[in-house]
């Protein structure tokens, strides 16, 4: 079993190959978060319309990230980053990944954006368990779907802590959930319910017809060798950013029961104009949000913006 940063990136380059190529075959889903019915009932609860999502979130809270440099962590392909550089939520980003081909994806979309934008994003390969960064260089670090990655977290926090100016935020979308994805018996109780009562039965079979299989909490030999950095300490990470960081804003986006249900492929069986398909996951959110909000559940995912301590 391969281990390391060359097996993770190994992983993630061959991700990114796949990805084109499922792209490319119309299957757009990659995540629960990826489905716009999902997605715009999440934003309803957290934001309070379906018509503000992240980037808009953040443009009217932290307007002067418009003229500002930003630093992302584990940026992959880009495709975030420089949303957010044509939404003019970023006024300068530079993005940093530990795969070489989803650097140079990213790249790739760089060259392809009209001058204006291009010259305001850039790409390079980095190890953010081994990140340093001079003192001061940056107004905010952006961390989408990153830090629950990382196994050196304490360091990490104490190089972005010197990295940000005086003013700088942390801005961390991101799995805050059980280590290597070892669900709680109250979220395998609550999925299995929904899967076995709610699902719609197509939606229990993949593309070829054959079932998919029980939601269960994976082995942590099956983590590893699916990627060694998967959810390396993200049951550690809430407790860890309140540590290093002064917390402002933190918002429950949920997903503690729809990652386990819409993961992998699962989340393309759900037609976006199907009635019966949108129903299920507009009520499967909304448990879930109740769930969380009496205190049933935590939330697996979270929008937090920090500030460095004085």
Known sequence: MKMGSSAVAEHWSSWQDEYQLQHQSGNFYVDWADHPVVWKRVCEFAFGSSDLDVPGYLRTLEPALANQRVLSLCSGDGQFEIDMIRQGVFGEVL????????????????????????????????????????????DAVFAKSALHHIQALDDLFDAIRAGLRPEGRLIA??????????????????????????????????????????????????????DPSEAIRSGELYAKVHEHFVVEVDIALGGTLLNLLLWGDRVNRFRSDHPAHCDVLIRTVELEQNLIRAGELTSDFRLIVAKRPA
């Open 95 to 138: 993005g940093l990944d530990l795969s070489p081909v989803r650097v140079a994806a990213a790249n790739a979309r760089c060259d392809l954006l009209p001058a204006s934008h291009s010259r305001r994003c850039a790409f390079g390969v980095a190890d953010i368990n081994r990140l340093r960064l001079p003192d001061d260089c940056v």
């Open 173 to 226: 979308l991101d799995f805050f959930g059980p280590s290597r994805f070892q669900w709680t018996d109250r979220q395998l109780e609550e999925a299995r319910r929904i899967w076995n009562e709610d699902w719609p039965q197509e939606c229990k079979l993949g593309a070829d017809g054959v079932p998919y299989e029980l939601i269960q909490r994976p082995s942590i030999d099956a983590m590893i060798a699916l």
